[in-house]
């Protein structure tokens, strides 16, 4: 068989290797994480109900989007192993697939906007905050559909090994999302100062620019595919939809329950759910680096699946692990020694500053445990095995983190940072769940 995708997969799976896969895709987190933290600092100056309302409707935004992004991931881990296997063919074929799922995915999503204002005034617990909350939302999910066939395209090109593609494009948005923002949010010229709503805007306008990079990108390598381009396979589909379905209700089920998590926190007051959306832009510092590593590690080890290779698999995920540690447990040094002037950036009240300082400690505290339980998840998942995981995130997430949640921002009156104590308690279940079910299937296997 002729291979027209290559892997950079080495024989040994050494850091040097993981590092080669998972640089591009950390600077493609860490460019969108600053693009979030960018778009807080400028919302920051219409006030904190604004800033309060912009993080609820992106946490809403995630809890309704995320199922799409999660199931499309499941060709990143079909394709990567079928890769592994020299199965050009059927890498050809996972496109045709990705991309009807994005595009339907897509237009049943556009629909879930009608349903943004009264979900939002809940959980915001302020009118004001929930009517803004809600212009956010509805704007910025109109660039859904292009937002998963991009999701799709990035998916299948990071299966081959190909991560830089897609960190270029996102680079380049989030440098256009800054501008838009810039032009968007307080107007220039004819183009009237549209505040929060223009926020909103300058994602979705971002998003499409994503998507039809991203389609232009794999419609030019897919000239050189040796299938012919026919109609999807039902086949196919259900292996796509076996694969990534866990891993699509997996991120909705968690984004909803961390949803309903801000809630609880947002009950608690103002300045509550202000320092609370300000601690997780900066906190995504470290863990979307993080969740970088952990898609490397999946990548690899479906590619060594394919391969029949679990001694690469194995090395491979304590490469992972180790550079997973130490990026996160760098930044949360930072945290624990710079949060003050760091917090300083988003002009906070006295009330927001202080308990957004308690948050960034607790964040330093949790750093190394999530870095564990972020590897050991993209390990399994590219072992296929994504309900497992699937059920240990997703019940934890209900069972501790959502309830306990409640219990201590609300019942115990410890507002956010008895939440975030609750966060670090389900964060160590989850990394010692996943540890123990990765070292038996690196010993089985």
Not at 284 to 293: D, K
Not at 301 to 311: D, H, I, L, T
Request: glycine residues 10%.
């Amino acid at each position: 068989m002729n291979a027209v995708y290559t892997s950079p997969v080495t024989a040994n799976g050494d850091v040097r290797s993981v590092a080669r896969v998972a640089w591009p895709l950390v600077v493609s987190m860490l460019s969108y994480t600053v693009n979030s933290v960018i778009d807080i600092l400028f919302v920051s100056s219409l006030g904190m109900d604004a800033v309060g309302a912009v993080g609820l409707a992106m946490t809403a935004g995630f809890a309704i989007t995320c199922f799409g992004i999660g199931l499309l991931n499941g060709i990143k881990v079909l394709t990567a192993q079928a890769v592994g296997a020299g199965d050009d063919t059927r890498v050809s074929r996972l496109l045709e697939h990705g991309l009807v799922v994005a595009l339907a995915l897509g237009l049943v999503t556009m629909l879930l906007r009608f349903v943004s204002s009264p979900l939002l005034a809940f959980m915001s617990g302020e009118a004001e905050v929930g009517a803004l909350a809600a212009s956010y939302f509805e704007t910025r999910l109109l660039g859904v559909v292009p937002l998963f066939i991009g999701a799709a395209s990035f998916a299948w090109l990071e299966g081959q090994g190909d991560t830089r593609a897609s960190m270029r494009v996102l680079v380049v948005a989030n440098v256009l999302n800054v501008l838009l923002d810039v032009v968007l949010i307080f107007g220039l010229g004819p183009i009237p100062e549209l505040g929060v709503q223009g926020a909103a805007a300058a994602s979705a306008l971002t998003h499409t620019f994503q998507g039809v990079v991203g389609l232009l990108l794999v419609a030019r390598r897919r000239r050189k595919m040796p299938t012919p381009i026919t109609r999807p396979e039902a086949a196919m589909a259900k292996e796509v939809l076996h694969v990534g379905l866990p891993m699509g209700v997996q991120w909705s089920l968690e984004v909803m329950s961390f949803a309903l998590f801000a809630t609880f926190i947002s009950h608690a007051g103002k300045a509550h759910i202000a320092a609370h959306t300000i601690a997780v832009r900066l906190v995504s510092l470290s863990f979307l680096p993080g969740h970088a590593l952990g898609e490397a590690a999946c990548i690899l080890v479906g590619q060594a699946v394919g391969a029949g290779n679990p001694a690469l698999a194995r090395r491979a995920v304590r490469s992972a692990t180790r550079l997973a540690v130490g990026v996160m447990g760098a930044l949360g040094l930072v945290f624990l020694l710079a949060g003050g002037p760091i917090l300083g950036l988003f002009k906070p009240s006295a009330a927001v500053l202080a308990l957004a300082t308690q948050l960034l400690v607790i964040a330093a505290a949790f750093q190394v445990i999530d870095a564990i339980a972020i590897t050991r998840a993209g390990a399994l998942n590219g072992t296929g095995q994504t309900r497992r995981v699937m059920r240990v995130n997703v019940l934890s997430a209900w069972l501790i983190q959502a309830p306990g949640g409640w219990l201590a921002a609300i019942g115990l009156g410890l507002g956010a940072p008895g939440a975030w104590a609750v966060l670090t308690l389900h964060l160590a279940i989850v990394a010692a769940l996943l540890g123990r079910m990765w070292s038996r299937t690196s010993r089985t296997w």
